[in-house]
């Protein structure tokens, strides 16, 4: 059974920062791409970034480049967002997901194309 633990959410002032992380099993890991989505109240899923296997592609909404990063740590089974410069639309509950073959265009990657979900983590920027 495969398993997508998120940590790192909460409350964050405007300008601020934080970091989310979401932990597996190294057999999921090993075998996906990780990528995170999130979903503000009243609206879709949308794509935030996602990471492939091997670290070697990454892929980033317009919206987020430039202030958020993810990274992945091998030994640990654990892909990471760090977020900065956070503002109020970046309010959301954010989705960690696995996919083994991720389907991505251009800068995007599509939610249904994702095959594991984590049960989310809010995100709440205030003004």
């Known amino acids: 059974q495969v398993y997508l633990d998120e940590s790192g959410g909460g409350l964050v002032q405007a300008g601020g920062s934080l970091r989310l992380s979401c932990a597996t099993s190294?057999?999921?890991?090993?075998?996906?791409?990780m990528g995170w989505f999130r979903q503000a109240p009243g609206k879709e899923r949308e794509f935030v970034s996602l990471?492939?296997?091997?670290?070697?592609?990454?892929y980033y909404a317009d919206s987020v480049k430039g202030r958020f990063t993810i990274s992945r740590d091998n030994a640990q089974n654990t892909v990471f967002l760090q977020m900065n410069s956070l503002n109020t639309e970046d309010t959301a509950v954010y989705y960690c997901?696995?996919?083994?073959?991720?389907?991505?265009?251009?800068?995007?990657?599509?939610?249904?194309?994702?095959?594991?979900w984590g049960k989310g983590v809010l995100v709440t920027v205030s003004s």
């Open positions: 990471i492939n296997w091997t670290g070697g592609r990454i």
């Open positions: 997901a696995a996919a083994r073959t991720p389907y991505c265009s251009g800068n995007e990657c599509r939610a249904n194309g994702m095959d594991y």
């Open positions: 190294a057999r999921t890991f090993r075998n996906n791409a």
